[in-house]
């Protein structure tokens, strides 16, 4: 029957600890003594403490103030302790609002606007790289809205990329074919912290069904990672002699070596005889020695494949696609897109450690322009100079904004042509079994 009433108790009444003592003998079985507020409950307190003489009272008579209070309160024992304790040592029991320390956000919604759009336009680099690209658009390129997010930690990155904010706005093939033959010779480059020596790699877009895929062209060099990348519908010599001819005139530096692997697209008398033309030497890799080439197979990856993806693409855009390469992508890779280059340390087993830090990373252009003596690399006729007004010309995140741009309307451009085609293969086959 008295299920879920409340009563107001009154114990001012209550003012000996013998009347006290009698009322915690009494079985409250069934009843829950609560205050109204916490306020009220720490008012309540300090004047029954008060009322008892609390702090004058034996040890005896204490514990039993203090179960009296706990019985009223619901307080534990150690709270209870804790605000006798406040009683004894500042005279008052006050109800104060207990505020945990916590520290202010340094990145707001706009830093991390600015971390999101960095990405997007990059593919999502690593912290290094990423740093360094936000600490350029405020040093180099003067935007005044990098200033803060231009300071943060590589690790912080991270955190801020796992947060819902970025989450909601971030955006996130046929093997080689070996062949015998003596053109090139056998063995790893040793460039010995000179540019000019030259890795290549051939990146196969698939095909499907009948229809071929197109061949990126990968050159990368191995000192300071400057990369140009065509693309061609075929890899035969054909093809390749004109596509290499260009990518290996538009390096700024001069080119002393050539390596690839072993396929045959590379090894023939049509490159060969390129090659001396230019008076570029020729290698290729050694035989179980899977690292050769690794420099230009990484980039395979990281570069083509994670800005070209791996969705067939036909020879028939192969024209597209190297336009694409030389208009922008080119100078996008090596004028705003920083690289790790990493500090080599010999260990005493004969083991080398590699340590990538924040200051190794840089832009292409930037390696190669701090190498000692750099300027007696360049092709006669290149300066600097000149190579200083197309590397800030535009920030990194203006340059990568329009490869962007220029990317979706290149991918546009496929889906459509690519449904027209298979659109018209379909009306022709629909007409011709009609017609049988």
């Known amino acids: 029957m008295l299920e879920g009433m409340t009563i107001n108790m009154d114990d001012q009444n209550l003012v000996t600890l013998e009347q006290l003592r009698e009322f915690l003998k009494l079985s409250h079985e069934g009843l829950e003594f609560q205050a109204v507020s916490r306020k009220e409950k720490y008012l309540w307190l300090e004047n029954t403490l008060t009322k008892f003489g609390y702090f004058s009272l034996a040890k005896k008579d204490k514990s039993a103030v203090k179960k009296y209070i706990k019985k009223m309160t619901g307080l534990s024992k150690s709270q209870t302790k804790k605000l006798i304790a406040k009683k004894r040592k500042t005279g008052k029991i006050i109800c104060g609002q207990n505020k945990r320390h916590s520290f202010a956000k340094k990145y707001d919604a706009s830093d991390i606007a600015l971390l999101v759009k960095t990405d997007n336009l990059h593919g999502r680099l690593s912290g290094q790289a990423t740093k360094t690209i936000l600490q350029r658009e405020r040093g180099i390129f003067k935007k005044a809205g990098y200033k803060n997010i231009s300071e943060i930690s590589v690790s912080h990155i991270y955190n801020l990329r796992n947060t819902r904010f970025y989450f909601s706005r971030s955006v996130t093939v046929a093997k080689t074919q070996a062949v015998k033959s003596s ?254």
């Open 183 to 436: 053109i090139g010779e056998r063995r790893k480059p040793d460039p010995k912290g000179i540019p000019g020596f030259i890795r290549v790699d051939t990146v196969h877009q698939g095909n499907k069904g009948d229809s071929r895929g197109i061949y990126h062209i990968n050159l990368l060099d191995e000192v300071t990672q400057w990369q140009l990348i065509g693309a061609v519908s075929a890899i035969s010599a054909a093809h390749l002699k004109p596509l290499l001819e260009i990518l290996l005139n538009q390096f700024s530096f001069v080119v002393i070596n050539f390596h690839s692997d072993n396929g045959s697209e590379y090894i023939n008398e049509v490159i060969a005889e390129l090659l001396n033309g230019l008076l570029i030497s020729q290698t290729k890799s050694r035989a179980r020695h899977c690292n050769d080439n690794a420099p230009a197979e990484c980039k395979n990856y990281c570069v083509i494949r994670k800005n070209l993806t791996y969705f067939h693409i036909a020879k028939e855009f192969a024209n597209d696609v190297n336009d694409f390469y030389q208009k922008i992508f080119n100078e996008y890779l090596n004028y705003h897109r920083p690289c790790g280059y990493a500090k080599i340390i010999a260990k005493p087993n004969g083991k080398e450690l590699k340590i990538y830090r924040q200051k190794d990373y840089q832009t292409p252009y930037e390696k190669l322009k701090n190498l000692p003596g750099a300027a007696r690399y360049l092709k006669p006729g290149i300066t600097f100079k000149m190579l200083d007004k197309i590397a800030y010309r535009q920030s990194d995140n203006e340059t990568a904004e329009k490869m962007q741009e220029a990317k979706e309307t290149l991918f546009q451009k496929i889906k459509q042509q690519t449904n027209s085609i298979l659109f018209q293969q379909a009306t022709e086959y629909v007409n011709t079994v009609a017609v049988s």
